[in-house]
């Protein structure tokens, strides 16, 4: 173990930004490497010198007090963790999926009239890779994140767990598809894409819109759960828009 | 024997020596505690490790900054005082001054002149 490790650890678990605490320890490090220096030109021995530095220097607890004391910057996490593990993430996924629904939108809009098999390859790998990455990549990549930082700033706050939760159940909720349709049963072929993926979510943004309605006496246009007949449940949805289907509940 | 520092009395001064020291030449903490020791004779004391957090909190305020510089052979982050840290100074060493001179007539016996 390096010298000072302790100090290190004491400061980061205190709440100090990783990179203050990494950049006092390190400059404690060469002090203390001088001090050793003096002390064996005055003609100590290396035990001696390094005791005598060690106690010029200070002890773990003084020197991890000294840098508290004089208020050395916190991190947000440690401060906030509620906003950092909490809010942040979702905040962020929500964002980012917005985000990739409406650049979906704009890039796949020129193909909406076409059957999956027509339409270019390139444009079916990028469908591809954007569901991939709305559904696979952005919600453990923010999880990732959320673990990673808390590591760092070696923080134990119940947060971390509540706000991994949270996105779970926020990234089993959301998540960005892209179908390329084939034409079927006289239908023609198209684009469909979704934001939402969760049932349950589809069915609560549903029913509040009509609560609205009834509290707000506006005209509702979306049914909070509409009747289909046998025929309409076996046919898949389709919504020759570039991204609509689920999607347009956000 | 560990030399002892005086924190109580010694409110404020860490900051007017460094600052005033490295008006001088830009340093690096050991020898900011070495050029302490030697311009005070002994009598201001900064604790060793206690110094970085000075340095720490001026640069955070401004009125330092730093750089990191390989001197024979060794990396270490050299200190400089800004323009910032000059009017800190100067503020300072006016306090100290106008501190000393009314302890000095407190000490002399003889009594403060009206302003």
């Known amino acids: 173990m390096l010298p000072l490790e302790n100090v290190h650890e004491r400061l980061l678990r205190a709440g100090i930004k990783p990179r203050h605490a990494r950049r006092y320890v390190t400059e404690l490090r060469e002090h203390l490497f001088d001090l050793v220096t003096q002390e064996r030109a005055s003609g100590l021995d290396a035990r001696q010198a390094d005791e005598r530095a060690r106690l010029l220097l200070g002890s773990d607890a003084q020197l991890t007090a000294a840098m508290l004391h004089r208020g050395a910057p916190r991190t947000l996490a440690a401060r906030a963790p509620w906003a950092v593990f909490g809010i942040a993430p979702l905040v962020t996924l929500i964002i980012a999926m917005v985000l990739l629904g409406k650049w979906s939108m704009a890039y796949f809009y020129p193909y909406r009239a076409l059957s999956a098999s027509d339409i270019p390859q390139t444009v079916r790998a990028i469908g591809i890779a954007l569901t991939f990455l709305g559904s696979y990549v952005i919600g453990p990549a923010l999880a990732a994140t959320c673990v990673v930082t808390a590591w760092r700033q070696r923080l134990a706050s119940s947060w971390i767990w509540a706000g991994l939760a949270l996105l779970a159940l926020a990234s089993g909720a959301l998540g960005l598809r892209v179908e390329f349709l084939q034409p079927q049963s006289g239908a023609p072929g198209g684009i469909r894409g979704s934001v939402i993926q969760s049932t349950l979510l589809v069915m609560s943004i549903r029913a509040l819109r009509c609560l609205r309605c009834r509290f707000w006496r506006c005209e509702c246009s979306d049914d909070a759960w509409p009747a289909k007949s046998p025929d309409q449940r076996r046919q898949p949805r389709r919504n020759h828009g570039a991204a609509g289907g689920l999607g347009s509940a956000i | ?115």
């Open chain 2, 1 to 115: 024997m560990v030399r002892e520092t005086n924190p109580n009395f010694m409110a404020g001064v860490p900051e007017l020596v460094i600052l005033r020291l490295l008006q001088k030449r830009e340093m690096y903490g050991y020898a900011i505690v070495q050029a302490i020791r030697a311009e005070t004779g002994d009598v201001v004391s900064v604790g060793e490790g206690v110094v970085y957090t000075v340095l720490h909190a001026l640069e955070r305020e401004h009125a330092l900054k730093s750089r990191r510089k390989t001197v024979e052979g060794r990396s270490r982050i050299y200190y400089t005082v800004t323009a910032r840290g000059l009017q800190r100074y100067s503020d300072l060493a006016k306090n100290w001054t106008t501190l000393a001179g009314a302890i000095h007539t407190v000490i002399s016996g003889k009594p403060h002149a009206a302003a």
